[in-house]
């Protein structure tokens, strides 16, 4: 790889890195070909993106990049593989599953919204953080308890407000 090679990797690598607010960093060293490609089938299919990387060029696209890193790219060794995703727990969901099967991938860390897990006994913490869209439920859920409160409560008491009341107390 010559010069110009490696500088558009650093520079394709950080402009990645700046684009993804869920970085993983695992190591899928010693995976079959068959077990590679069923890895890399269900990356696809939950949209996540896979790729090997050279550490130095990772290392250098971190230093790069304006996000901070801390302790990342101290787990840069060996073989390191990136997963891009939007999901912050999707990663660590797919890791788990595969797991059930196989001893790899290892996580070696993580970058989710700015907050830097490091290490393979962190995978547990990450399968549990809860998506965007998981969060929006939760809190629609819970605004939405309040009001069917209410409505039952007309549909009940028949429309008067001593019977909204005596319904909606005995909820309590």
Not at 2 to 7: F, I, M, P, Y
Not at 31 to 36: E, H, I, R, S, V
Not at 130 to 156: D, F, H, T, Y
Request: glycine share 8%; hydrophobic share 40%; aromatic share 4%.
């Amino acid at each position: 790889m010559t010069r110009e090679e490696k500088l558009n990797v650093i520079e394709d690598l950080t402009a990645q890195l700046a684009e993804n607010s869920t970085i993983y960093l695992a190591d899928i060293s010693g995976l079959d070909a068959t077990t590679t490609s069923n890895l890399r089938r269900a990356c696809f299919k939950a949209n996540i993106k896979l790729a090997v990387v050279k550490n130095t060029l990772l290392a250098k696209a971190m230093e790069a990049s304006d996000k901070d890193f801390g302790e990342l790219p101290e787990v840069l060794k060996g073989n390191t593989s990136l997963m891009f995703s939007e999901a912050g727990n999707g990663p660590a969901k797919l890791i788990k599953t595969f797991r059930k099967k196989s001893d790899k991938p290892l996580l070696k860390g993580a970058f989710v919204e700015e907050a830097i897990f490091v290490g393979d006994d962190k995978l547990d913490a990450l399968v549990s953080i809860k998506s965007r869209e998981e969060m929006i439920g939760e809190i629609i859920g819970l605004l939405q308890s309040p009001a069917k409160n209410v409505i039952s409560g007309l549909k009940s008491g028949g429309g008067k407000l001593a019977g909204i009341l005596k319904t909606l107390s005995e909820r309590e």
